[in-house]
């Protein structure tokens, strides 16, 4: 073994030096006698230490998606301490792998820290959605869904509850809109938050008059989620609502308007993000071309749609 892998582990596993993550890259796609090594002196590290590594790895793998630390991130996932449990499953957030979400079921059914069914129960979404799609087993799938819909309503922690709920959203089971109804019947918090959440996942117009409704809601918090929501719901008579919301006093909701009407489309919105860019500020101009570039996407596909739509029609 090179001796540079070697002193990078000692470096890393002596806490008198700050981590460096130029030297990080070098964990990247491990084989499997560099993974033994590493899992060795991992043992050994510090949990402050250990957990610092996970989350510049994390970084890492988001700012350049040429890096892989997959193989790291299983072993933590059994790590003793619940902080580096979670942060493993925040970093595996990109990974399809059945193995993954069989594991993910373990850790929202069994494991002892809130933060860690949490984070699991986050990362499920991902394999719901996979389901939806037909990409996983029967048998994966009913897990997934039966550990989800179990915890949603019998977890112990109201943020777990949220997000089981959230993650659901993806589902077309039978069962989750009359969830969906009561944690919006809350009407304020995190339930309404966590509804508002699975509706955008939904692709379900149902929920479309509920969207609009909160969508001048007092709290910023509950607008944020509405306003996504109605992108995600391709919601285009939310349009003047967006619209007047470009003016919101929070800069989160004014930001997800520029996006969502990007995601609705049609001329009122069109017109509203031209004028926008007209007098943006520097840190605006490119999330609003970004924007525009993703309407003018968006409405092209939508005329290809019902062109082919069309076309059928006449065949018949």
């Known amino acids: ?13 002596n806490e008198a030096y700050p981590l460096e993550s130029a030297r990080l890259p070098k964990l990247s796609d491990l084989d499997a006698v560099h993974l033994a090594r ?13 957990h610092s590594i996970l989350l510049q790895l994390g970084d890492l793998a ?12 299983r072993i933590a996932l059994d790590d003793p301490d619940p902080r580096l ?9 990109e990974s399809e792998d059945p193995a993954l979400a069989g594991k993910l079921v373990d850790r929202l059914r069994a494991d002892s820290a809130a933060e860690v069914r949490r984070a699991a129960a986050l990362a499920l979404a991902s394999f719901v959605l996979l389901a939806e799609t037909d990409a996983l087993e029967a048998q994966l799938r009913l897990e997934i869904e039966q550990s989800l819909l179990s915890a949603v309503g019998s977890d112990r922690s109201p943020e777990v509850r949220d997000c089981c709920l959230e993650s659901l959203g993806y589902s077309t089971r039978d069962e989750v809109p009359e969830l969906i109804e009561q944690a919006y019947a809350a009407g304020q918090g995190s339930r309404l938050r966590a509804a508002l959440r699975a509706m955008s996942r939904s692709a379900d117009s149902r929920w ?3 969207v609009m409704a909160k969508l001048q809601d007092p709290e910023p918090d509950i607008r944020l989620q509405a ?27 004014r930001v997800a308007a520029i996006w969502s009407l990007s995601q609705v489309g049609g001329s009122i919105a069109t017109t509203a993000l031209e004028q926008l860019q007209e007098n943006a ?11 525009l570039d993703n309407l003018t996407f968006e409405d092209g596909a939508r005329d290809f749609f019902m062109l082919d739509f069309d076309d059928e029609n006449s065949a018949a």
């Open 208 to 210: 479309a008059p509920l």
């Open 38 to 50: 590493f899992r060795t002196a991992w043992d050994k590290f510090g949990a402050d230490r250990r």
């Open 1 to 13: 073994m090179e001796r540079g892998f070697v002193e990078l582990l000692e470096l890393l596993g």
């Open 227 to 253: 306003v996504q929501a109605a992108g995600e719901l391709d919601m285009r008579q939310a349009s003047d609502e967006l619209v007047d919301l470009l003016e919101d006093v929070d800069e989160r909701v």
């Open 85 to 93: 449990r979670a942060q493993a499953i925040g970093n595996l957030w």
């Open 62 to 73: 988001n700012s350049k998606i040429e890096l892989s630390f997959e193989a790291i991130n």
């Open 281 to 291: 500020s520097d840190s605006e101009a490119q999330l609003i071309q970004d924007a």
